[in-house]
């Protein structure tokens, strides 16, 4: 079956910025979403279809693609922003079957 | 504003079939595009995808759990449900519906309920 595959974790600290990528063979051909995760809470959008920012998310984080991988990318990563990041996409295939990565754990230092 | 909410067993036995509800409310599930969407998260671990219904019935399935799965919707009482047969302790997870928004070829989730904790224990 179809995989994204993440980094385990990111580390970095304040006012630093983050990249955690995703990898996967239907990328170049799918979007790709991200979601944020705090503990105890559901998941959150923060870019849609690669790189769009949904309203009310704040302007440091940012989406792109290259090949079979997306980034995203959180700049001037402040404490809050400490949570798991999940990407998600579907496979090439054309029946829209959904795929989350394995998630990725930010750490702020 | 769009609201979702997962109900259902908060135990089941092994073996035994799972139905969960969705109950949503601030959008049609008839409207182009719409779809609800069942979500799992293990504790501690990742999300998995499980299906998806559209607006027009269309129904999408996890290939590694489609055997076991079934999603309906009731339009007019803006409910989504989800069966999972043959439950497993593995299975024990926070089950989240959730709605997609735009197109077709759109897998936006702009909204997750809440959340539900299923355990599956003897």
């Known amino acids: 079956s179809y995989e994204l595959t993440q980094p385990p974790s990111v580390s970095v600290s304040p006012g630093q910025t983050a990249r955690i990528t995703c990898s996967g063979d239907?990328?170049?051909?799918?979007?790709a979403y991200w979601y944020q995760q705090k503990p105890g809470q559901a998941p959150v959008l923060v870019i849609y279809k690669d790189s769009e920012r949904p309203s009310g998310i704040p302007e440091r984080f940012s989406g792109s693609s290259s090949g079979t991988t997306v980034t995203l990318t959180i700049s001037g990563v402040q404490a809050e922003d400490e949570a798991d990041y999940y990407c998600q996409s579907a496979d090439s295939s054309g029946t829209y079957l959904w795929v989350f990565g394995g998630g990725t754990k930010l750490t702020v230092l | 504003q769009i609201t979702l909410k997962e109900s259902g067993p908060t135990l089941v036995k092994p073996t035994q079939t799972l139905t969960l509800t969705c109950t949503f409310s601030g959008f049609s599930l008839s409207t182009s595009g719409v779809g609800v969407g069942w979500i799992r998260q293990p504790p501690g671990k990742a999300l998995e995808w499980l299906a998806l219904?559209?607006?027009?019935?269309?129904?999408r399935y996890s290939p590694s759990l489609k055997s076991r799965l079934t999603i309906t919707k009731d339009t007019s009482k803006n409910q989504v449900v989800l069966t999972m047969t043959n439950m497993d302790p593995v299975d024990t997870a926070t089950y989240y519906c959730?709605?997609?928004?735009?197109?077709?070829?759109?897998?936006?989730?702009?909204?997750w309920g809440q959340g539900t904790l299923v355990t599956v224990s003897s």
């Open positions: 959730a709605h997609k928004a735009g197109d077709y070829g759109d897998y936006r989730v702009d909204y």
């Open positions: 239907a990328l170049p051909k799918q979007y």
């Open positions: 219904i559209y607006w027009n019935d269309d129904k």
